[in-house]
């Protein structure tokens, strides 16, 4: 039973480009939204992460956009760069204090073509 | 900081043979995750550990498989007898209580049997 769904699987973005993943969430009982950056033969590293009472977070490049009603988010990549080529996996988590359990969504592998 | 540490990188083995993935958390970290990344299903949580204790072993495929963590520095992972369904990369991690949720993962171990 996916929880957090993840779109699209792969992604192609020329240089220069806005790269948008999306992730969807059924479990209203979330609270923490990371998105993590894997690069191959690499383990996922955290990129950046959003809790539900703001609506954006930006680091960088990297923006977050939350929308709690629509139980949605998502992850921009301004200025999109080849080194920005990786998989990226969105992740939902209840309170740590229930239960220290991130579940993934189903990734998303990016390629920035130069 | 080492990060988290994973022994083997690499390991090919027979099927029927028995095979331990080892893990060291980040010291100070007080919960232990191991998880599976397939292109099937993506990255599966197996088990978690909090204070050495075992949490949730719901995702552990079966019986096969087995997890310990005798001290708070030390891990592994066992599968007996191995199948070549078990190929797959695996993936321990680690988290501090305080941080809620920001969970820093290994380079994996990478296993084929055949």
């Known amino acids: 039973q996916q929880q957090v769904k993840q779109s699209p699987q792969s992604l192609i973005v020329q240089k220069g480009g806005i790269s948008i993943i999306n992730c969807a969430y059924e479990?209203?009982?979330?609270?923490?939204f990371p998105w993590y950056q894997q690069f191959p033969g690499k383990g996922p590293a955290l990129l950046i992460a959003?809790?539900?009472?703001?609506s954006e977070k930006k680091e960088g490049r990297f923006t977050i956009s939350f929308n709690k009603s629509a139980k949605q988010f998502s992850l921009h990549i301004m200025d999109s760069q080849p080194g920005d080529s990786a998989t990226y996996f969105c992740?939902?988590?209840?309170?740590?204090?229930?239960?220290?359990?991130?579940?993934f969504g189903g990734g998303t592998r990016l390629m920035v073509k130069p | 900081d080492a990060g988290v540490i994973q022994s083997p990188r690499h390991e090919v083995t027979e099927m029927g043979q028995e095979v331990t993935l080892r893990c060291k958390p980040i010291?100070?970290?007080?919960?232990l995750f191991w998880y599976r990344q397939t292109m099937m299903r993506g990255l599966e949580l197996l088990i978690y550990?909090?204070?050495?204790?075992?949490?949730?072993d719901s995702g552990m495929p079966e019986d096969r498989f087995s997890a310990k963590m005798p001290n708070a520095s030390f891990s592994t992972l066992k599968i007996q007898p191995s199948e070549p369904r078990d190929s797959a990369v695996y993936f321990c991690?680690?988290?501090?209580?305080?941080?809620?949720?920001?969970?820093?993962f290994g380079e994996g171990s990478w296993l084929t049997v055949v």
């Open positions: 991690a680690s988290s501090p209580q305080s941080t809620g949720n920001t969970i820093y």
């Open positions: 479990n209203t009982a979330f609270d923490y």
């Open positions: 959003i809790r539900p009472d703001v």
């Open positions: 992740a939902a988590s209840i309170p740590w204090n229930a239960g220290n359990m991130l579940t």
């Open positions: 010291s100070g970290h007080d919960y």
């Open positions: 550990f909090n204070n050495n204790v075992p949490i949730d």
